[in-house]
């Protein structure tokens, strides 16, 4: 699915795909989940080149793989990345692969990572969004980009784990250690903050209060596990975190990346508490919060990318707690759409999708 300009809907075409090249690799789609980053450059809150086809949050098998390629082969199943880790740099040699300077490469080219893209149709070249493009039948993807996983897992539960459950449950996990028996606000109930429900869950956080503006996505985090729910539509967020505990929360986790609302979650802390901020805002815009209520109350404001997770440890690790049993990913599916329908997908998405809506090829 291709976006020509900002604000236009996509449009279903045949493009060229060429071989993949040296250290590349040919993944056939078996689903891709709708990220609230997809509408975001739809928006233009995040700007990429265009034509360009969209698609992060992908799961596959691998069909071809090019020179130099180590660590797959065809019939693997995959999952994709949309921040690349090389294994060598500073960043990826000390547990933080989000922040490998791979990374950047996908933002300014939108091209792979060895330069150029490999979609083409009469002569112009397309873009790959963040290095994925997997809003397709098939991609052609970095080695840097892929995660080899066990072939029974559903191709739709891959999918959402390499974006939003990494996201979710990666921040809760890397961003709030000590939350055994303390208290959390999450902000926005889509797939990353249902995700950190459940690693709260998990871990035993004593209080799990979620707010969003859908009922439908309030009553799921509460089947998840949350203990208190905010209709912030109808309710002041800060003043009712502050009724539910007290003397405000331990950890907020904001997944939405609105001003408003990261200062709303900040001023619900408790003295010496954190805010993550894992959702992204518009290019350029900004955030203002009082000097006097950082300093004094001794809080703190962090970003978090990625869930500032390790993938290539993290991700294996959160697919074999699923299969244990101990993570009801399966319920953070929503509905599923073919390919032709990713409009449709989209605009479901915008309107209060309850978890993540699913392309299937």
Same mark, same amino acid.
């Given at each position: ?13 045949? !493009?060229?795909?060429? @071989?993949?090249? =040296? ?6 789609? $078996? ?27 992908? /799961? ?29 740099? $500073? ?87 000590? !939350? ?9 109930? #889509?797939?990353? #903050? ?7 869950? !998990?871990?035993?956080? /004593? @209080? ?8 439908? =996505? ?6 998840? #596990? ?69 300093? @004094? ?19 294996? $690790?959160?697919?074999? !707690?699923? =299969? ?25 998405? =915008? ?11």
């Amino acid at each position: 699915m291709v976006m020509h300009e900002t604000g236009a809907p996509l449009v279903l075409e045949e !493009l060229e795909l060429d @071989q993949p090249g =040296r250290g590349e690799v040919l993944v056939r789609i $078996e689903a891709a989940g709708v990220c609230h980053s997809d509408v975001h450059y739809i928006s233009g809150g995040l700007t990429a080149r265009t034509p360009i086809v969209l698609g992060h949050e992908g /799961a596959g098998i691998v069909e071809e793989v090019g020179d130099g390629v180590t660590g797959f082969r065809p019939g693997d199943k995959v999952v994709l990345m949309w921040r690349p880790r090389c294994g060598e740099c $500073e960043f990826c040699l000390t547990g933080q692969p989000a922040q490998c300077a791979l990374g950047k490469v996908h933002g300014q080219t939108n091209g792979l990572l060895r330069g150029g893209t490999r979609l083409s149709k009469d002569g112009v070249r397309y873009h790959h969004l963040m290095g994925d493009a997997c809003f397709a039948e098939h991609a052609v993807v970095s080695q840097e980009s892929l995660i080899a996983i066990d072939s029974d897992i559903p191709s739709e539960i891959a999918a959402i784990v390499g974006c939003a459950v990494i996201t979710g449950m990666g921040t809760v996990l890397n961003r709030m250690p000590d !939350l055994t028996g303390k208290s959390v606000a999450i902000i926005g109930a #889509g797939g990353v #903050g249902l995700s950190a429900v459940i690693a709260a869950q !998990l871990v035993g956080a /004593a @209080q799990i209060i979620v707010s969003d503006v859908v009922p439908a =996505r309030l009553e799921k985090a509460r089947e998840l #596990g949350a203990t208190h729910t905010i209709d912030s539509s109808t309710e002041g967020f800060t003043d009712r975190v502050l009724e539910i505990t007290g003397t405000g929360v331990h950890y907020v986790l904001e997944a939405i990346g609105r001003p408003a609302t990261i200062r709303a979650g900040f001023e619900a802390l408790r003295p010496g508490g954190t805010e993550v901020v894992v959702g992204l805002g518009a290019v350029g815009e900004e955030l203002s919060i009082p000097i006097n209520l950082l300093v @004094q109350g001794d809080r703190k404001v962090v970003g978090a990318l990625y869930g500032s997770s390790n993938t290539p440890v993290q991700l294996p $690790e959160i697919l074999r !707690l699923y =299969r244990a049993g101990r993570l009801p990913l399966d319920r953070l599916l929503d509905q599923s759409f073919a390919l032709e329908d990713a409009n449709e997908a989209i605009e479901h998405l =915008r309107t209060g999708a309850v978890g993540r809506p699913i392309l299937v090829p």
